[in-house]
């Protein structure tokens, strides 16, 4: 007990008293604490794919096909006789990959669309109008359009996703922009003679942090959940690259005979979008004071 | 409130010529030769060129688009490749089942949300507010599609209570339609419940939190009277703003659950129209849904200054 008391006594004297008191803030975050430990569950399986899965994910078995779930196959297998629990745990690394590169791309886009838009006053109505053009599709409708025309590939899922939800994106870092811009900090700055990127990227945008990165964590579950349905349908990275769309598009055909082929890629979804939106619930509380009242 | 509706229906317009610039440039996305792809293997040149002429790809572009936004504007968008017929055509003879499908979902994610929001904001802290809001982002987080799926092996497999997919026309057999559309209806309306009990809910709080329900319940209102009349009125506008966005999610969510339930929708229309590369089939009905959920937007814009005279004096 005493040795904890010490301990924490010292990292407070080590840590910026500011940074610290964030950190506190993170750790006491009921929403963020569960929601990082499950995603961090989910990343940690993915990267250790090859390690735990106790099979092939394409290997075919044609004398274990359908097979119910028993001691070798924890999971059951599918119409191959692959072992569903190596395919899921495989599966998960494409939909992470996919769903990060999105994140990546979507963030990129929307953050450089947004804040030209927040910042150059006389493109703001045009660039506007288009995203809202673009968020005139229903999203996940959108990204079938688009990756049914580019074909089915993991690049082109994650570029039909891409277009999907960058304009959401660029939305909320304008909104941010088009507040802090007017702030006393910024005419101190432009006061002092610094020039237009350097207002731009150094004091509005690295300001505008916060709402863009909660954005970002919803918009990482949104990107599963929408691979899933690309992969499901056919537009996805296809067969045999094991996805969780694809699982279940391949276990749809024997609901009846093999219900755990199609049950469980559905549970590694919710899952890891579950911690996803937890995680964007803590950051949200933690990061944005002003939606925290809203939130109660 | 005229200027309003002129503005707002000035800027829906701006929006669809987006909309509809983009559906027309979606063929030119196609990597390689629309052609070649379309036609058989071993086709003749003559062939290829018969394709591209029939659509349109023949010509330069500037009389590709005003050909496109002519027929548009006569309501024509195009020959369907594989049902030999117009494209038109083959969307008005659907487009019942995917717009009831989405209207059914969204009734019952609208009663389910509210009275989920309401309660939770009542019983504000409670074990009953915890277990809601707990559920409600459970829900946010499951795949509709695959809940369509579970569905199907619960309630058609499992106990045999209803059919498995297929769709009966409600004037030929209400029941066989109830049943038909049930399960679907239930996975697409379910999935938005969440959002709508945490959008309500939230709402509430605001608004039971103000002075003005102080005053209500100080006069001795009956507290149900308070939470009904005087709270959930001024709670509604920002429910009725994210019902905009979720018509949205649930015309998305509807072409996804027309496949699972075999549902002969617009859906079900498009994703066909994908796996075969029927292009004009794929811009008509997402130009369509499109159309819909721009219109639907101007409708909830219309109502949400219908309720908050704050908007169309803003």
Same mark, same amino acid.
């Given at each position: ?39 961090? /569950? ?45 395919? /899921? ?132 579950? /949104?990107?599963? /959940? ?71 | ?314």
């Amino acid at each position: 007990m005493a040795d904890l008391a010490s301990a924490e006594r010292h990292e407070t004297e080590s840590l910026p008293p500011e940074r610290f008191a964030m950190l506190k803030r993170f750790m006491a975050n009921r929403s963020f604490v569960i929601g990082g430990a499950l995603f961090v /569950l989910v990343v940690m399986v993915a990267l250790l794919a090859d390690v735990i899965a106790p099979f092939d994910p394409l290997r075919n078995n044609f004398r274990y096909r359908l097979g119910p779930p028993n001691a070798a196959h924890l999971l059951g297998t599918d119409s191959f006789g692959r072992d569903v629990l190596s395919r /899921l745990l495989h599966g998960s690394r494409v939909s992470l990959v996919i769903g990060l590169l999105v994140v990546i791309l979507t963030g990129l886009f929307g953050t450089l669309i947004g804040a030209v838009s927040g910042y150059v006053r006389r493109l703001d109505n045009l660039i506007m109008r288009i995203m809202d053009g673009f968020m005139a599709f229903p999203p996940i409708l959108l990204a079938i359009a688009i990756g049914a025309v580019l074909g089915p590939s993991l690049l082109n899922a994650v570029i039909a996703l891409t277009v999907a939800y960058t304009p959401r994106t660029a939305r909320i870092v304008r909104a941010s922009v088009l507040v802090v811009r007017e702030s006393e900090y910024v005419e101190a700055a432009r006061a002092l003679g610094a020039g237009h990127i350097r207002i731009l990227f150094r004091h509005i945008l690295l300001n505008s942090l916060g709402p863009l990165l909660v954005q970002l964590t919803f918009i990482f579950a /949104l990107a599963i /959940l929408a691979e899933a349905v690309l992969s499901f349908i056919g537009v996805g990275p296809s067969p045999p690259t094991p996805t969780f769309g694809n699982i279940i598009a391949d276990g749809r055909n024997y609901i009846a005979e093999a219900p755990w082929i199609t049950i469980w890629p559905g549970i590694a979804i919710m899952v890891t979008v579950l911690g996803l939106n937890l995680l964007g619930d803590g950051l949200r509380d933690v990061l944005d004071p002003r939606l925290r009242a809203e939130a109660r | 409130m005229l200027r309003y509706l002129v503005n707002r229906i000035a800027s829906a317009c701006l929006v669809l010529l987006v909309v509809s610039l983009f559906t027309f440039a979606l063929i030119w996305l196609v990597p390689g030769d629309v052609a070649s792809q379309l036609a058989d293997p071993g086709a003749s040149v003559e062939e290829l060129q018969r394709i591209r002429a029939r659509l349109n790809l023949d010509q330069s572009w500037h009389v590709q688009l005003l050909s496109w936004y002519g027929n548009l504007l006569r309501g024509d968008l195009g020959q369907s490749f594989l049902l030999n017929r117009s494209v038109t055509e083959a969307i008005i003879e659907r487009i019942p089942v995917t717009l009831s499908l989405t209207l059914l979902a969204l009734v019952i994610a609208v009663v389910l949300g509210v009275s989920a929001g309401i309660i939770a904001a009542v019983r504000h802290g409670g074990w009953a507010d915890q277990s809601i809001m707990a559920l409600a982002l459970v829900g946010l987080s499951i795949p509709d599609f695959w809940l369509g799926l579970v569905g199907i092996y619960v309630f058609a497999v499992a106990l045999g209570w209803l059919p498995s997919g297929g769709f009966v026309p409600l004037l030929q057999d209400p029941v066989g339609w109830a049943r038909s559309m049930a399960l679907p209806a239930f996975t697409l309306g379910i999935t938005q419940v969440g959002l709508i009990a945490r959008i309500t809910r939230s709402s509430m709080l605001d608004v039971l939190g103000q002075d003005y329900v102080r005053t209500a319940r100080a006069k001795g209102v009956p507290a149900f009277q308070v939470v009904a009349k005087h709270a959930f009125a001024n709670a509604l506008i920002p429910v009725i703003t994210v019902t905009g966005v979720i018509i949205g999610v649930l015309l998305g969510g509807a072409v996804v659950i027309e496949q699972v339930f075999s549902l002969p929708g617009v859906g079900r229309l498009i994703i066909g129209a994908v796996l075969r590369r029927d292009y004009p089939v794929i811009q008509g009905g997402l130009l369509l849904l499109a159309f819909i959920y721009v219109f639907v937007n101007i409708v909830v814009d219309l109502l949400y200054a219908y309720v908050d005279p704050r908007v169309r004096y803003g």
